[in-house]
């Protein structure tokens, strides 16, 4: 008979397993997205100087609006796979009914941001052509925001079931589609009227329709999901005004959250850009890099959310925290392989961005910085992940606010412009400005991680998604007595 420890081992080897499973197409599908965003910048760089600055101006305003509005619709998934793992499949077309709703609200709230954004490009660049052009490109982005937001709710029910394939499809997809569609609108290639920079604007606007359009496909073809995918577009239990304030209370942090992450990163490149071309350059560099590498925890952290919200569903913390041992593990074994393959190869990967032997030689230390920085970033996505998974998120939104805004941003201002606590480090104080946030934020994660993980299990029936009145329970046999499932794993 095999010992305990022989059975936990095994019960995280499986656990593990998932997690690969699910993290695997969701990786893949993020580079891609990164890849899409490298395809615009190289086609309106081949289009000239000016159309490559009207695409940086547009995406300043474009990619932090889009990326915090979207990230709202993130707590889909965990909130449709702790249904699922409780046994209430038949109400996730409600559930998915009302994020729609929800996206419909978050639309216009998105569309008026971008719409007031496009006003700011007069204010910081004195050519009113490249204002002119920034505007355009914000403006066909404008019509890219119902497709985004639906996608976000195709996509969490897809992922909700444990099926992440679809995304990298549908990625792959935009990649694929995003080349001709860009060189047709800027260059004006095969009869397209040429529109420069403005072009990549609506070359992604058609690339996200067509992207919606085959995920909901996909959708409705396959079997298992066609009954909610049919209760989406229909008007059959269209939603409830509950269950939509659950989701944006759940979702508000994360997109709260998300803003003051990307608006720190962007504040600290305008606080470098004094020191000069050189230095902005280089962090530019480190933090191109930094995204790259950044994608790893991030799609570990959607893995594990959507795992982890299943097991909490199904009230099984015995598999809850053989995944959590299991995810740690992978996640530091892997981030120490990653780190020293970027040290050790730092000087290789910068010369991809230039060939300038100065600009190599200051972003080599920051690429270091970079590399170290990865344990913090790791154990921070990592701790997110599992925090949506219990459905614990306001947390997140004032860690955010507090260790970036309150605690990072004044230390980086001292650290990188200032001899008062050091001299003055340039672009590595900014590194050592994310770092020491960062790190806080991952001990802020940790310690209410493990007090939420306690009180999930103990103290509260898993179905907390819907409005009806549930009364705590302290025990597993009362939850049965509320015609709970017994805990099972997909």
């Known amino acids: 008979m095999p010992s305990l420890s022989d059975r936990i081992k095994k019960l995280e080897g499986r656990e593990l397993k998932r997690i690969l499973v699910l993290m695997g197409p969701l990786y893949l599908a993020n580079l891609m997205s990164v890849g899409m965003g490298v395809i615009d910048t190289m086609v309106a760089g081949s289009a000239g100087t000016k159309d490559l600055a009207a695409v940086a101006l547009g995406t300043s305003v474009t990619v932090p609006i889009m990326v915090s509005v979207g990230a709202v619709l993130n707590i889909i998934s965990p909130m449709l796979a702790r249904l699922l793992g409780a046994g209430h499949e038949r109400r996730a077309g409600l559930l998915l009914n009302s994020a729609k709703l929800l996206s419909l609200a978050l639309m216009l709230v998105e569309i008026v941001l971008l719409y007031l954004g496009s006003y700011v490009f007069p204010c910081i660049t004195n050519s009113p052509q490249l204002a002119q052009d920034a505007a355009l490109y914000v403006y066909f982005l404008i019509g890219a925001v119902p497709a985004s937001l639906l996608m976000r709710v195709v996509q969490g029910c897809w992922e909700g079931y444990a099926q992440t394939r679809p995304a990298m499809v549908v990625c792959l997809l935009g990649l694929v589609l995003n080349i001709p569609l860009n060189y047709a609108c800027v260059l004006g290639w095969w009869g397209f009227p040429a529109l420069g920079g403005a072009g990549c604007g609506l070359a992604t606007t058609i690339v996200h329709w067509l992207m919606c359009a085959v995920l909901l496909g996909m959708q409705i073809v396959s079997r298992r999901h066609r009954r909610a995918a049919l209760q989406m577009l229909g008007f059959r239990r269209f939603g409830r005004i509950g269950v939509m304030r659950r989701i944006a209370r759940l979702g508000l942090p994360l997109g709260v959250a998300s803003l003051c992450e990307m608006s720190y990163f962007c504040v600290i490149t305008l606080v470098i850009?004094?020191?000069?071309?050189?230095?902005?350059?280089?962090?530019?560099?480190?933090?191109?890099?930094?995204?790259?590498?950044?994608?790893?925890?991030?799609?570990?952290?959607?893995?594990v959310s959507i795992r982890g919200a299943y097991l909490v569903g199904a009230r099984s913390e015995r598999r809850f925290r053989a995944l959590v041992r299991a995810a740690m593990r992978f996640m530091y074994v892997a981030t120490v392989f990653l780190m020293t393959a970027v040290i050790y190869w730092r000087h290789n990967i910068i010369s991809l961005y230039t060939d300038d032997p100065t600009v190599i030689a200051t972003a080599a230390t920051l690429v270091t910085l970079c590399a170290v920085y990865q344990f913090s970033d790791g154990t921070q996505a990592l701790m997110a992940g599992l925090l949506r998974a219990c459905h614990d998120t306001a947390v997140i939104t004032w860690a955010n606010i507090g260790c970036y805004w309150v605690l990072g941003f004044p230390l980086s201002v001292i650290l990188i412009r200032t001899d008062w606590l050091l001299p003055a480090m340039g672009p590595e104080g900014a590194w050592w400005s994310f770092i020491i946030p960062l790190t806080t934020i991952a001990i802020i994660f940790t310690l209410r991680f493990r007090a939420t993980a306690r009180k999930v299990f103990l103290h509260t029936c898993p179905n907390k998604i819907f409005p009806e009145p549930i009364q705590p329970i302290a025990s597993r046999v009362e939850c049965e007595t509320h015609h709970l499932p017994p805990p099972n794993a997909r």
């Open 273 to 303: 850009a004094p020191l000069g071309e050189l230095m902005v350059s280089a962090q530019q560099i480190a933090i191109n890099i930094s995204g790259v590498l950044f994608m790893f925890p991030l799609s570990l952290s959607i893995a």
